[in-house]
């Protein structure tokens, strides 16, 4: 048993789940000492009311009231879950190219405004069966324009070798200005109705909305689609290009050395490049997934003042998955699980910003999981052997060797009590007796 345990602790995938229910913990225990000490400041609540609080929060959906709205939490959850899973694959796949990926929001932004210019532009309602082929259109236009969105830090990075960090900041904002300009020259998009401003239409009155598959029917009231099955495809095909293809291991090679993946033959300048584009790809998915629900509205005014938090969620969704895009699907089930819970801490005598400031708190600690997962592939040091001094022997050997010369002595000299060895007796030759006397 102790063999195994210590076998499956020097496994990466091991190593990596571990570390990342570690960091959990630690932002769940800190989260509570946090709910203890506004228990304690507030004169209304007591610490019963922490442990009543956390129970909320572990609980999620499954602490609402009644079975209906369980169940349309429980829809709810998957369906906001759903771009977090693309911008965190996102996230996940530059990482694996020794890349980092913080300009998931503008990627996000621009797959939005991609897929919404084809789904509000192209009406389907007299023709129900056109809307899936738009729908797919919509996607694929979105990704192009992540793609290309990428691609502009990619191409820096590759050829300039400028850091990428500082340009996804910078195309993160001209994203943002960029969507907003080019709504507001659309007048035929907007939605002027209920006293609204700054919203587009939704896909609602086009026809082109996501479908649902029937999953309306299992979580009844929600926002649920088969955006989730996209994302999951996608999560599935990338693992697989990642561990099992060329490709993906030319990206791995690429961030483990770059030069000396370039030593190797590979075109390391190429392999940035499409990272960041298959990136900016996946996270436009995510928005175009988002806002292509029929429910769901866009407020094209105001992106400019405030980048969507998904692209900066998908952050800590992969360092918590340890860069596996399949375990990117449920760190970020997990961490839409606990929003859920937390529009119920109202009756534990919290506000319902403690969910977040608990998912702050783990997120903070996704960035010790490097550090988990070091600490439990460290080996065992090995044991210590006995130091033996320079020039020292022990007793045993020296007299094997007999005494040591005395002072004075050459060290090629040969001692003289020591006797010369004996000449080797030669076998005489019969052929040769008598000659000897003859010479």
């Known amino acids: 048993m102790k063999d195994f345990l210590t076998r499956l602790r020097k496994k990466p995938g091991f190593t990596s ?84 990926n913080i300009g998931a929001a503008g990627q996000f932004l621009m ?43 990619g191409l820096f990075k590759a050829f300039f070798n400028v850091n990428e960090v500082i340009v996804c900041i910078m ?49 009844k009231g929600s926002y649920i689609d088969a955006g989730i099955l996209v994302a999951v495809l996608i999560a599935v095909a990338m693992f697989i290009m990642l561990s099992k293809t060329t490709f993906g291991y030319e990206l791995r090679a690429c961030g483990a050395n770059r030069d000396g993946a370039k030593y190797a033959g590979m075109n390391e300048k190429r392999n940035i490049v499409l990272s ?6 996946l996270a436009a998915i995510g928005g175009a997934l988002y806002y292509l629900n029929p429910g769901i509205e866009f407020k094209f005014d105001s992106v400019y003042q405030k980048l969507p938090d998904y692209g900066f969620n998908g952050i800590p969704a992969a360092l918590l998955a340890g860069n596996n895009p399949i375990a990117v ?25 403690i969910a977040d400031v608990i998912i702050a708190l783990i997120i903070y600690f996704a960035g010790f999981s490097k550090f988990f997962h070091d600490l439990l592939q460290r080996k065992r040091k090995a044991p210590k052997r006995p130091k033996v001094e320079t020039g020292a022997f022990p007793k045993e050997v020296l007299k094997n060797m007999g005494e040591p010369p005395k002072e004075g002595t050459p060290p090629d000299a040969v001692p003289a009590e020591s006797p010369a060895p004996p000449a080797p007796e030669t076998p005489l030759d019969p052929s040769n007796s008598g000659k000897e006397g003859q010479q």
């Open 171 to 219: 195309t993160n904002w001209i994203a943002a200005n960029v969507v907003s300009w080019v709504f507001s020259t659309m007048p035929h998009l907007i939605n002027t109705g209920s006293g609204k401003s700054g919203y587009l239409i939704t896909t609602l009155s086009t026809g082109n909305g996501t479908p649902t598959l029937g999953l309306e029917r299992l979580f």
């Open 17 to 100: 789940v571990v570390s990342s229910i570690l960091c959990i913990i630690a932002g769940l225990l800190v989260g509570f000492v946090v709910m203890i000490i506004l228990s304690i400041i507030n004169e209304n609540t007591t610490v019963a009311n922490a442990f009543y609080g956390l129970a909320i929060v572990l609980g999620g959906p499954f602490s609402s009231g009644s079975g209906n709205y369980i169940v349309t939490n429980l829809g709810d959850m998957i369906f906001y879950a759903t771009p977090l899973i693309m911008t965190g694959i996102s996230v996940a796949v530059t990482y694996k190219t020794g890349l980092f």
């Open 111 to 153: 797959g939005t405004m991609g897929s919404l210019l084809v789904a509000l532009n192209i009406d389907t309602t007299g023709h129900p069966a056109l809307g899936p082929l738009v729908w797919v259109l919509a996607i694929l236009v979105g990704m192009l324009f992540g793609m290309l969105w990428g691609a502009i830090p």
């Open 276 to 281: 960041m584009a298959i990136a900016g790809g």
């Open 329 to 353: 699907i449920f760190v970020s089930l997990f961490i839409r699980y606990l929003n859920a819970g937390g529009g119920n801490l109202s009756s534990a005598g919290f506000n319902k910003y």
